[in-house]
Nanobody, 120 residues
């Protein structure tokens, strides 16, 4: 069974920084990508950032480009999201996403979410 466990959320003032972590565990044969989505109250889930496991290429949502940085530690099956210059509109539950292969095919897995609150 595959699990994604996030950590690092919390309350921060506007302009501050936070670092989220997400560790994948369980029966994992390979990882295609890992990344982050977020969902604010009353809004749809929004893509934040993604990193490919082979090659390390990254992509970002428009609203976080230049402020957030995604990175990975492949040996630990862990992905990180460094969030700088945080704004109140970054307030949301942040979900880790992994496209993983525990068996024959790849499938999407989600963490339980971690709350990030940015005060003005």
């Amino acid at each position: 069974q595959v699990q994604l466990v996030e950590s690092g959320g919390g309350l921060v003032q506007a302009g501050g920084s936070l670092r989220l972590s997400c560790a994948a565990s369980g029966r994992i044969r390979s990882i295609a990508t890992m990344g982050w989505f977020r969902q604010a109250p009353g809004k749809e889930r929004e893509f934040v950032a993604r990193v490919t496991w082979s090659g390390g290429s990254t992509s970002y949502g428009d609203s976080v480009k230049g402020r957030f940085t995604i990175s990975s530690d492949n040996a630990k099956n862990t992905v990180y999201l460094q969030m700088n210059s945080l704004k109140p509109e970054d307030t949301a539950v942040y979900y880790c996403n992994g496209r993983l292969r525990p068996g024959v095919i790849y499938d999407d897995y989600w963490g339980q979410g971690t709350q990030v609150t940015v005060s003005s």
